[in-house]
């Protein structure tokens, strides 16, 4: 079985090596504390060094022939199916994640990786007419180039493969730049997948660093002409300004106060397992996760009371343990922050039915009730296994308690009316939505984005494709034309 987490260096223009800056970066188990490794982090020099072998090969690869870019997606495919357990082996000790949260990223990153297989043979251009006698438009469609792909650590594997697969395949060079705390996870054992699959040398490159080592050059580097960047909405406002500056197309998709409506004639034991599933799956570190639970008077007492029973059964511990549901979050700030915001929500009136403790980074399940649209749980993501649940009267509170966050990715409503469910739903300002059904959904051919504070663009499928490629006119001229000046 093969040891990703001896891959604990730069990747860059196909070759393992350390970091040319001072700084050494210790990659930490987050439930135990352990060292799984220290890194030289990356400098400015090896960034340099990271596009510049990109640009390089990058034409050589878009010229290749699609069936031969094919199969390195297929053989991605099978390195990581025969490679499954030490895969789950680090998603649980470098992230803090369960088997079951380990099972459910790698599904998502083998159909992500059969969605970008298709991508070579789908660079179709166009032959358009034209008001000129005798002109021939023809539009291609060509890769942007070099993209640079900047993931989180919340689902690391995925979130990164979900930028860098589909732009390969779309004919670009990559470089990657994982989250701090999980370069192995997100970032060195991609490289080694691809590596392993016969991706040509030079063309994904994965450095490892902090932003105090290369600042906005990451965003600002010449030679990149897209950014997908996966993370907080501050940090996704600042790289949307930056490469705007530099003219630079931007792919955001940030943070998330998702919310499950659950109306009067809800299939109650469903809603309440969605609403569990959808607050939970690992630790509530995901964007889409249901922050908010918004339920009808009429169901509230019995949704409650069966919410929080399902909840109080959820087990807490060490990831390593197949029972565990809820396990670290990713660091001690993590921490700090939902401690606050917990204290915060008790502050301002809301009342936690369950409040567990916290033992480490370890933070057990909180569910408050009497929350109201003001608060500040209300309003501000919680990337922590915390719910919030609020009372409404009729479907205008249900738009009105739904659209008052500044956040807009996902959202849920549970109806035996599905025609009612999908009337609100396009009332309501958030980019997916889904009908009896929990917040957490990622399908590879499908429209995958957020409205408001939740980011701008949207990727997966023919979404992908476009973001990672452009138009090219070419013009042929066929009959001699006559112009006004010859």
């Known amino acids: 079985m093969v040891n990703f987490k001896t891959l604990h260096s730069q990747y860059i223009n196909g070759e393992w090596r350390e970091g040319t800056s001072t ?33 390089t090969i990058q034409k050589q690869w878009a010229k290749t022939n699609p069936v031969v870019q094919r199969e390195v997606f297929d053989n991605a495919h099978h390195y990581i199916k025969d490679n499954h357990e030490a895969i789950v082996d680090v998603i649980i ?5 369960t088997r079951l949260k380990a099972e459910f990223e790698i599904g998502l990153v083998q159909n992500i990786l059969k969605e970008a297989s298709t991508f070579p043979m789908r660079m179709n251009g166009s032959i358009l007419p034209s008001p000129i006698d005798g002109k021939e438009n023809r539009v291609y469609r060509v890769p942007v180039g070099v993209v640079g792909v900047i993931s989180p650590f919340n689902f690391p594997f995925f979130l990164s493969m979900k930028s860098v697969a589909p732009a390969l395949a779309a004919g670009n060079g990559v ?19 691809f590596e392993s699959a016969g991706l040509p040398k030079g063309l994904l490159n994965v450095i490892t660093t902090e932003i105090s080592e290369i600042g906005d050059g ?62 939970f799956t690992h630790q509530g570190q995901i964007c889409m996760s249901a922050n908010r639970l918004i339920v009808h008077e009429a169901v509230y007492d019995e949704f409650v009371e069966k919410y929080v029973s399902k909840v109080s059964e959820l087990t807490c ?39 567990g403790k916290v033992t ?3 933070v057990e ?34 738009i009105s308690y739904a659209n008052q966050s500044p956040y807009g990715l996902s959202g849920a409503i549970h109806t035996r009316d599905v025609e009612r ?51 090219k006119w070419i013009s042929i001229q066929h009959e001699k034309r006559s112009y006004p000046y010859s």
């Open 360 to 362: 480490g980074n370890v």
């Open 365 to 398: 399940p909180v569910v408050f009730t009497d929350v109201t649209p003001d608060m500040t749980i209300a309003n501000k993501e919680f990337f922590a296994p915390v719910v919030s649940i609020m009372k409404v009267s009729n479907d205008e509170e249900v």
């Open 317 to 355: 511990g060490d990831p390593k343990d197949n029972n565990t549901i809820i396990g670290p979050l990713i660091n001690e700030r993590q921490v700090q922050n939902t401690v606050a915001l917990i204290e915060k929500g008790i502050e301002e009136g809301a009342k936690p039915v369950i409040q």
């Open 218 to 279: 990451f965003v600002e580097h010449p030679i990149p002409r897209a950014i997908s960047f996966t993370g907080s909405t501050k940090t996704g406002k600042h790289i949307g300004e930056v490469a705007g500056r530099n003219l630079k197309e931007v792919h955001l998709e940030l943070g998330g106060n998702s919310a499950l409506v659950v109306l009067e004639d809800a299939d109650i034991d469903l809603a309440v397992s969605a609403g569990v599933f959808s607050r």
């Open 93 to 97: 000790d470098e992230i803090g994640g």
């Open 23 to 55: 700084l050494t970066i210790d990659n930490k188990n987050p439930y135990n504390g352990e060292i799984i490794a220290s890194y030289q982090a990356a400098s400015m020099d090896d960034l340099n060094h990271a596009y510049e072998a990109s640009d």
């Open 421 to 471: 469910g999908a009337e609100l739903a396009k009332l309501m300002d958030t980019g997916m939505i889904h009908i009896n059904d929990g917040t957490i959904n990622d399908e590879p051919n499908v429209a995958f984005g957020g409205m408001k504070n939740s980011g701008v663009g949207r990727l997966n499928g023919e979404w992908s494709l476009d973001a990672f490629t452009t138009f």
């Open 175 to 193: 470089v990657l730049k994982p989250h701090e705390n999980t370069p192995i996870t997100g970032g060195t054992m991609i490289a080694k997948i």
